[in-house]
């Protein structure tokens, strides 16, 4: 995703990588559980968790500014971010 219109590099708050830990970690239970632990459900789970934690910050940057996101802030956005690629 580097040098993609989703890298966004202005998302660098404190706690924003705590918040994409948290959705890699959650997205990885989850796919593990049903598929298993290994690397490739480790690494699916990686790829999904960062388009869902930039789609977050996209949503927020539409709301406010790409320079008032809290780590907070994504976590609000998180089931909005998930309803954009489901539905």
Do not use: Q
Not at 15 to 35: F, N, Q, T, Y
């Amino acid at each position: 995703l580097v040098g993609s219109e989703m890298c966004i590099r202005d998302r660098s708050k404190a706690g924003s990588g705590d918040v994409l830990c948290g959705i890699i970690s959650g997205l990885w239970a989850a796919k593990g559980k049903r598929e298993g632990f290994n690397k490739k459900t480790a690494f699916e789970s990686g790829i999904c968790g960062v388009f869902i934690h930039s789609l977050c910050g996209r949503i927020l940057a539409e709301e406010y500014s790409k320079y008032s996101v809290t780590a907070r802030d994504l976590i609000c956005r998180i089931p909005d971010a998930i309803k954009t690629i489901i539905v």
